[in-house]
């Protein structure tokens, strides 16, 4: 009879050999990159996150402020450049524009709504609107252009005129009469302008050659002729 006792212990020795290669590599850790690779959350790499949405505030430009039925404007330009009167009434305004030395010119228009656009001889033109109780705008005379600013006054303050005789021609007179008393003012003679004479706002009229001429105040629906 054979002796298979040898043979035998053999092969168990040969099978715990396997079992416990088995065993060990079980444990071995995984390598780091795959270990953080699984435990992470499945993501898709052509997948971006959305960009932010900036949502700014909304501008807005406020109206302009309806014009009171009757009210009268004195300012001056940006640069001190003229002094700039402007007289409204219901949806019509004329104005005038004053250096005192040779710049000066009459215009009107509508003022419909606290909106201004006149227009005057020579292409000039005014445009503005009022807005916290202060009229300001641009205006054009020949070559210049400036921004200006005007606020409301109560007489004496304001915006004066006076028309003389000339030789059967009719020179108009402006004045702009500033709240502090101060004023300004041009006399056209025919298209060639001196210093207008001085006057007394609170006189209804005033010497132009010799001669007592009456003063307008002027409002709104005057009319710049």
Same mark, same amino acid.
């Given at each position: 009879?054979?002796?298979?006792?040898?043979?035998?212990? %053999?092969?168990?020795?040969?099978?715990? =050999?396997?079992? %416990?290669? =088995?065993?060990?590599?079980?444990?071995?850790?995984?390598?780091? *990159?795959?270990? +953080?690779?699984?435990?992470?959350?499945?993501?898709?790499?052509?997948?971006?996150?959305?960009?932010?949405?900036? #949502?700014?505030?909304?501008?807005?430009?406020?109206?302009? $402020?309806?014009?009171?039925?009757?009210?009268?404007?004195?300012?001056?330009?940006?640069?001190?450049?003229?002094?700039?009167?402007?007289?409204?009434?219901?949806?019509? +305004?004329?104005?005038?524009?004053?250096?005192?030395?040779?710049?000066?010119? !009459?215009?009107?228009?509508?003022?419909?709504?606290?909106?201004?656009?006149?227009?005057?001889?020579?292409?000039?033109?005014?445009?503005?609107?009022?807005?916290?109780?202060?009229?300001? /705008?641009?205006? #054009?005379?020949?070559?210049?252009?400036?921004?200006? $600013?005007?606020?409301?006054?109560? +007489?004496?303050?304001?915006?004066?005129?006076?028309?003389?005789?000339?030789? *059967?021609?009719?020179?108009?007179?402006? !004045?702009?009469?500033?709240?502090?008393?101060?004023?300004?003012?041009?006399?056209?003679?025919?298209?060639?302008?001196?210093? +207008?004479?001085?006057?007394?706002?609170?006189? #209804? #009229?005033?010497?132009?050659?010799?001669?007592?001429?009456?003063?307008?105040?002027?409002? /709104?629906?005057?009319?710049?002729?």
């Amino acid at each position: 009879m054979v002796n298979r006792g040898p043979l035998v212990t %053999l092969l168990a020795v040969f099978g715990l =050999v396997l079992v %416990l290669l =088995v065993v060990n590599y079980s444990r071995q850790p995984e390598p780091a *990159g795959q270990a +953080a690779a699984s435990s992470a959350a499945p993501t898709r790499s052509d997948t971006t996150a959305p960009p932010a949405t900036v #949502t700014s505030a909304p501008t807005t430009t406020p109206s302009a $402020t309806p014009f009171p039925a009757q009210a009268v404007y004195v300012g001056h330009t940006a640069g001190g450049e003229a002094s700039v009167a402007v007289a409204v009434k219901d949806d019509k +305004a004329v104005a005038y524009v004053c250096d005192g030395q040779a710049l000066e010119a !009459w215009l009107q228009g509508s003022a419909a709504d606290g909106v201004l656009s006149l227009q005057g001889n020579g292409g000039a033109t005014l445009t503005g609107s009022l807005a916290d109780g202060v009229l300001a /705008g641009t205006l #054009t005379v020949g070559p210049s252009t400036w921004s200006f $600013t005007a606020a409301p006054v109560d +007489a004496p303050a304001g915006l004066y005129r006076a028309n003389a005789a000339n030789g *059967g021609l009719l020179d108009k007179i402006g !004045w702009i009469v500033q709240p502090d008393g101060s004023y300004v003012g041009l006399r056209d003679r025919g298209g060639s302008v001196e210093p +207008a004479p001085p006057f007394d706002p609170s006189a #209804t #009229t005033v010497i132009v050659d010799g001669s007592q001429v009456p003063v307008e105040q002027v409002v /709104g629906d005057s009319g710049a002729g």
